[in-house]
């Protein structure tokens, strides 16, 4: 019986790893969709040997065939075995059935961050649990630069923003290293990313290695191939800070004139791409008011919207931005009743367990799966920690 050929849609990546119990994980994500899976044992390798051959399953069934316990004709059952696995793969969005392909999906549909977070969330608090329990250095915070276009009132970034910064070259060897390591998962942010001239090669670099990657970027700075670029790296998301509906009060908070626009047609150059794209609003005094518009230019644009609500002192101490938190107690209850499975601290979403998983807490993976690095090469267990 010949083997089926599956095909693997863009934007799929996979690592396989063992834990300190001897059993091997995959870890699999389709970022187009959104989609997270992590698979154990026999699935992991079976998903890894389909995944290494792009969608072959001759060598995926062939270890079905020698692992696998029948009653039957070993060859039939295997086959029907394999045949089950992959359509279940397939419904994750890890793999397509040429067969039952009818069509491409329109290019400007929303994409489902909101949904499939939904659907994927146990996956991903399993694969961080997975990771920080056995000391993976699984993610990666790279600080490309503190330098900045913008000019944002509430910034954490310290006033002199003049630093060494790690060249391409530097860059590149850093993340063999953190490969070999384990690392899977990158978010590069800044300052703002694009302000560095050498962006182009440092995404260029990126596009050939098994890494998932987040981008954080106001957009206002990324010309034609730089968004190029950036679509061709599939990344999980793009977020991009957008902090009112209201152009005047956006270019009031990041005091350049015109960013709205600028970033607004960016994220459109990006959804007409299918890059999923993160509206990521940090909510002040004078701004949360206007958090439902967000909500309605996000669905305009086709994005999803992540709220935050802590505004935190500079990295240097500086105690500025802490006099723009929202104090309107009232304004925040509506907002938390309504909308609290989408409020985020610093990128760390604010969830309710199950009340049966209440007694249960992750654990961080600062220091233990993941670091940061600063645009000079200071290492740190997290991001937000100087």
């Avoid at 059993?23 to 290494?52: G, K, M, N």
């Avoid at 909510?283 to 935190?312: P, S, Y």
Wanted: glycine share 6%; aromatic share 6%.
């Amino acid at each position: 019986m010949q083997s089926k050929t599956y095909s693997l849609p863009g934007g799929s990546f996979s690592r396989t790893y063992r834990g300190r119990d001897g059993v091997v994980r995959a870890v699999a994500y389709h970022t187009p969709s959104q989609s997270a899976a992590l698979l154990e044992s026999d699935s992991a390798t079976v998903w890894q040997r389909i995944f290494d051959d792009k969608g072959g399953t001759e060598s995926a069934l062939a270890y079905v065939l020698k692992n696998g316990h029948f009653e039957g004709d070993p060859a039939i059952e295997a086959q029907s075995i394999l045949d089950s696995f992959a359509a279940s793969l397939c419904d994750a969005n890890l793999l397509v059935d040429p067969s039952e392909v009818v069509g491409v999906p329109p290019q400007s549909q929303q994409f489902p961050v909101r949904n499939a977070v939904d659907a994927d969330e146990n996956a991903e608090d399993q694969i961080a649990q997975f990771m920080a329990d056995n000391r993976i250095f699984y993610s990666l915070v790279l600080e490309l630069t503190y330098r900045c276009n913008e000019r944002c009132i509430h910034c954490y970034c310290p006033e002199n923003r003049k630093t060494v910064e790690l060249t391409a070259a530097q860059i590149s060897v850093l993340l063999d290293e953190f490969q070999s390591m384990g690392g899977m998962s990158l978010l590069i942010t800044g300052g703002e990313v694009f302000a560095r001239k050498d962006i182009k090669a440092i995404l260029r670099g990126l596009r050939h290695r098994n890494i998932v990657v987040n981008v954080i970027s106001n957009l206002t700075m990324a010309d034609e191939e730089s968004l190029d670029l950036l679509a061709n790296l599939r990344p999980r998301s793009v977020g991009c800070s957008i902090y009112s509906a209201d152009p005047a009060i956006h270019d009031g908070v990041t005091l350049v004139s015109g960013s709205w626009d600028r970033s607004v047609e960016a994220i459109r150059t990006l959804r007409a791409r299918s890059v999923p794209v993160i509206l990521k609003t940090p909510l002040m005094e004078h701004t949360i008011d206007g958090w439902r518009k967000i909500e309605v230019l996000a669905n305009d644009l086709g994005c999803d919207v992540q709220f935050d609500v802590n505004i935190t002192p500079k990295n240097d101490g500086g105690q500025s931005p802490v006099d723009l938190r929202v104090k309107d107690k009232a304004v925040l209850e509506e907002l938390f009743s309504s909308r609290f499975n989408r409020l985020y601290i610093n990128n760390e979403p604010m969830t309710v367990a199950p009340e049966e998983q209440r007694h249960q807490a992750l654990l961080c993976g600062a220091g233990a799966a993941g670091l940061a690095v600063g645009p000079d090469g200071t290492i740190r267990p997290c991001i937000g920690r100087m």
